[in-house]
């Protein structure tokens, strides 16, 4: 069973309960759901996962003190403190003075503002080109199990996605990154027998390779030990995780060196296809140095478009 399924549950036998027992008034105000930190709120965990940080919880986010002031929030914190240890086999952390948890009761400010900089999830463009992917996507994944005040899902909605000025920029860049790393200097390195930077070259070719395909599918970017497992589940050009493996868990013996060659040309072309079929570029051509100009050249806002082409990166 998940993590998800599990929180969802333990809030179900226990949580819902207690809130609607204790706390009855309070409860159309409070958000209930498992988001943030956690191979469980991206639904990655597996076994393994539960080594470290995983247990039966769920969060419980409060609106500002105007709403539930902190002798409440105090109440809330002991009630859920003392919900049972155990479930389902697994058995809660102990909880700390010093704070830090992932579940538990947390102030909705605090969490955006962890999380995005901004206590609100208003963020101005040059916000957006700041706060890291990851970071973003911990705001706005997982599941919420109650939200009938509707604020956190407000602000987690404005959260959903980058502006469309903000997400031209940031695939421009990689797109000119992919083509230096992978059209130009891969080879070359290989030319001058620098085996040790061509394999270099072919990391930063297949890391910005998988930053240009999420954005293509308007997905955030997972935490880079997710950004493989995230792939696969991606409707558009998620077939290209085993290409891309190859490139980095391969050596460059001259039999390597051609394969490799091909599937970065592949990639290349897969990609290209892509931006003519969004309607990003009408460039039919697989040079990612050209597609990435044309594609800066789209975008709306002038002071975005004039931007230094890799600030999106």
Request: one cysteine or more; aromatic letters at 12%.
């Amino acid at each position: 069973m998940k993590g998800l399924e599990i929180a969802r549950a333990y809030y179900e036998t226990y949580g819902k309960e207690m809130l609607q027992s204790q706390f009855s008034q309070m409860l159309p105000y409070l958000a209930i759901g498992l988001v943030g930190s956690g191979s469980e709120c991206y639904g990655y965990d597996d076994q393994t996962s539960r080594d470290h940080d995983f247990e039966p919880a769920f969060c419980i986010f409060l609106p500002g003190e105007d709403v539930i002031d902190r002798k409440t929030e105090f109440q809330l914190e002991r009630a859920y403190a003392k919900l049972p240890k155990q479930f389902m086999g697994l058995e809660r952390s102990a909880l700390t003075p010093v704070g830090g948890s992932r579940h538990g009761v947390i102030r909705m400010a605090d969490f955006f503002l962890q999380k995005t900089g901004t206590s609100d999830g208003a963020l101005s463009y040059e916000q957006w080109f700041l706060v890291p992917e990851h970071s973003l996507l911990e705001a706005t994944n997982g599941a919420v199990f109650e939200d009938q005040y509707g604020l956190f899902t407000a602000i987690r909605e404005r959260l959903l996605y980058f502006p469309e000025d903000v997400r031209r920029k940031k695939l421009a860049g990689q797109l000119l990154l992919m083509g230096q790393s992978g059209q130009y200097n891969y080879s070359r390195c290989i030319a001058r027998g620098d085996t040790a930077a061509a394999q270099l070259a072919a990391v930063e070719f297949v890391k910005s390779a998988l930053h240009c395909i999420y954005l293509l599918n308007r997905a955030y970017m997972p935490y880079y030990k997710w950004s493989f497992r995230g792939l696969k589940n991606l409707a558009t050009l998620g077939n290209l995780a085993d290409d891309m493996e190859y490139l980095i868990s391969s050596g460059n013996t001259p039999h390597e060196f051609k394969q490799k060659s091909k599937k970065i040309e592949h990639i290349c072309a897969e990609v290209s296809s892509v931006l003519q079929a969004q309607g990003l570029t009408d460039l039919k051509l697989s040079e990612l140095e050209q597609q990435s100009y044309a594609l800066n050249n789209t975008i709306a806002d002038n002071q975005i478009r004039n931007l230094h082409i890799l600030y999106g990166v």
